[in-house]
């Protein structure tokens, strides 16, 4: 199983970033699909997550009406558009899989992992 993101880099405050994850399109349909980061000393944390089926998407509170998680199918990939980035954005930006489960935010019920983008936010 193989994650990939790309997208990461340095932003401006305000500024607008795309975090993209090339997954299989098994993966992308069977699987509830998740963005999580970590900054250094602190736990991996959920970002925003979307279901195995239909639309249904959950993203912890400081993120809510700037950040956007979408799959496109067709071209096997799931997206993170972040807008109105702020330095506390500033993380490794994971992509992750929950496979055979159709929405999970749970840290654990992730095993695939892609190797992580640098988002880094200056004010």
């Known amino acids: 199983v193989q994650l990939k993101e790309s997208g990461g880099g340095l932003a401006q405050a305000g500024d607008s970033l795309r975090l993209s994850c090339a997954a299989s399109?098994?993966?992308?349909?069977?699987?509830?699909m998740g963005w999580f980061r970590q900054t250094p000393g602190k736990e991996r944390e959920l970002v925003a997550a979307?279901?195995?089926?239909?639309?249904?998407?959950t993203y912890t509170d400081s993120v809510k009406g700037r950040f956007t998680i979408s799959k496109d199918k067709a071209n096997n990939t799931l997206w993170l558009q972040m807008n109105s980035l702020k330095p506390d954005d500033t993380a490794v930006y994971y992509c992750?899989?929950?496979?055979?489960?159709?929405?999970?935010?749970?840290?654990?019920?992730?095993?695939?992992w892609g190797q992580g983008t640098q988002v880094t936010v200056s004010s």
């Open positions: 992750a899989a929950a496979p055979g489960l159709s929405h999970t935010t749970r840290l654990r019920d992730y095993p695939y």
């Open positions: 399109r098994r993966l992308l349909t069977t699987s509830t």
């Open positions: 979307i279901a195995w089926i239909g639309t249904n998407t």
